[in-house]
DNA sequence: CCCGATCGTTACGGGGCCGTATCATTATCG
DNA sequence: CGATAATGATACGGCCCCGTAACGATCGGG
C-alpha cells in the first residue's frame, strides 16, 4: 500500500513543514539531529552510537555531539551497557517521544491540507 | 483533495529521506536554507530580501546570509531592482531548479516505498 | 531641497557543528 | 598475564550561522 504523492505535493508539504520549524522556537534540530532522533525512536532498540554512526554514513564523533546536544534538550539519555562496558546504550524519553510526536502531527497536518495541484 | 497520510507514515517518510539528505553530499543546506529555497521557487515572484524575511518570521540578515550561502552554491542570484534602487530582486537558477526538483524526486520515491503502517 | 523612512548589507561577539587525530576504558585472545 | 582490538569521548582548528546594532544607498513627503 503505497502512498501515491506528487512531485508537486511534495515540494508544498516539504516547503510548508519546514517554514513550521523554522517558526517554532523549539525544534533546533539539525538535518543530521533529525535523523539521529527519528532513527531512535523508529529503530528497534538497543541503539550505540557506532551502530548510529553507520546507519547514518558518519563518524563518531558526530554521534556524540549530536547526543550531547540532545541530552541537554531532554530528548535522549545514555547509559552504559553493563554487559560490555565499553557500549553506550541510547535510550528514549518522554520529551523525545513528545518531540517525535510532534513532528508526526505537524506532517499529517500539512498533508491534509494539500490540493491536488 | 487531501493527502491522507498516517502518522506512523510520516514519520517513516520524513526519517527516510533525512537520512538521503546526510549522506547526500551534495545536500547541505539548513532547515532554513531549505525554506527559503523552496519559498523562492514555489511561491510567485518578485522576491525580496525584506518579504523572505518575514514571510520566515526571521531577521534580514538571515536571508542576506543565506542568500550569500546558496549564491555560491548557484541555486539563486540577486539583481538590483532598476526602478526601485533599494530592492533586491531573488532570481531563480538552472541549478536551483535542478536542486528543488532533486528533492521532490526524493520525497516522492520515499513515500511511494511506504508500507500501511 | 532636505530630512526622515526604507532597503539591504556589514560588523561584531558568541555559539554550534564538522573532520581528523588521539585518548581512556574495557574486552578478547593467545 | 600481556598484547591487541574495539568502543565511545575528547582536543583541536576551522567554518558557518545567529541576533543585535550600525551603516550606506535610495526613495519620498513636506
Same sequence: chains 1, 2.
Avoid: C, F
Avoid at 3 to 12: D, G, H, M, T
Avoid at 30 to 48: D, F, G, K
Wanted: proline letters at 4%.
Amino acid at each position: 500500500m503505497a502512498l501515491e504523492i506528487k512531485p508537486s505535493q511534495a515540494l508544498k508539504l516539504w516547503r510548508q513543514v519546514h517554514l513550521d520549524l523554522v517558526q517554532d522556537a523549539h525544534s533546533d534540530l539539525s538535518v543530521r539531529q533529525t535523523a539521529i532522533l527519528l532513527t531512535i525512536y523508529l529503530e528497534l532498540p538497543p541503539h550505540t552510537v557506532r551502530g548510529l554512526a553507520s546507519r547514518l554514513g558518519v563518524t563518531k564523533p558526530v554521534i556524540t555531539r549530536a547526543l550531547d546536544s540532545m541530552g541537554k534538550l531532554g530528548l535522549v539519555t545514555r547509559r552504559r551497557d553493563e554487559t560490555d562496558k565499553r557500549n553506550v546504550v541510547i535510550q528514549r524519553t518522554v520529551a523525545g517521544a513528545l518531540a517525535v510526536e510532534h513532528l508526526a502531527d505537524l506532517v499529517t497536518a500539512r498533508a491534509r491540507e494539500l490540493g491536488p495541484a
